[in-house]
Each structure stands twice: as structure tokens, then as C-alpha cells.
């Protein structure tokens, strides 16, 4: 495939379908230096035209202890007792730069998720 901007929605199809093909392709031979490009247009592309939304960080927080089965139990060492968990969680306490910290670097949860 000949790279180009994408700059469009017809480009950014052929460029998925293009990355479709070369998916699993070794690092630093030509077609994986190809996938390589084809993923950052494709990143840049669809930064530019599908912005995300920030989201509520006690959303990001359910839905991160949704899909990795978390219990209320399971945030104390990040946020504190079952208490500050609950009112965390019902919004009636914000989170503290602490709290955010450690949710982050023991949950990986991205600051700019936290942070709102």
C-alpha cells in the first residue's frame, strides 16, 4: 500500500483493512515498519475526528471493577476504609490527589481518567 494522510473515512477503511493484513507482522521488517506508520495514521486521524468525551472518574472506576470483577473491598488500599470507598463511589466525597495516585499506579487507571 502506498502511504498517505488519511483523510477521510474512505481512506481510514483502507488503511484498517490494510492494517487488518499486516497485523502480526515482525518488528522492523518492512511490512511491520508499514504497520507501524499505518497505526499512527490511522491514532492520528481518529484523535482528530472522533474525540472522546472525559468521563466521570467514579465511572471509570465502576466500570474498571466491572470488567476486571473488583469489590468495593478490593479499593480499600487505593481510596481507604469500606466508609471512604462508599462515599467515594456515591459521590459524596471527591477523590484526593492520594487516592488518585494510588488508584493509578496500583490499578493503572490513567490519570487524565481520575482527574476531571
Known amino acids: 500500500m502506498k502511504l498517505k494522510p488519511i ?4 481512506d481510514l477503511h483502507r488503511a484498517l ?3 487488518d493484513e499486516l497485523w502480526g507482522a515482525k518488528p522492523g521488517t518492512p511490512r511491520g515498519d508499514e504497520l507501524d506508520v499505518l497505526m499512527l495514521l490511522v491514532e492520528k486521524y481518529e484523535d482528530e475526528h ?3 468525551p472525559a468521563s466521570d472518574p467514579v465511572e471509570t472506576i465502576k466500570f474498571l471493577m466491572e470488567q476486571n470483577d ?5 479499593l480499600e488500599p487505593y481510596i481507604g476504609t469500606s466508609g471512604r470507598v462508599s ?3 456515591s459521590k459524596k466525597r ?3 490527589l492520594a487516592m488518585i495516585k494510588k488508584l493509578h499506579e496500583g490499578l493503572k487507571i490513567p490519570y487524565g481518567r481520575l482527574i476531571h
Do not use: A, C, H, Q
Open 87 to 89: 462515599e467515594v463511589l
Open 94 to 96: 471527591n477523590l484526593t
Open 50 to 52: 472522533f474525540e472522546i
Open 7 to 10: 483523510r477521510n473515512d474512505r
Open 17 to 19: 483493512k490494510r492494517i
Open 70 to 74: 473488583l469489590s468495593r473491598k478490593d
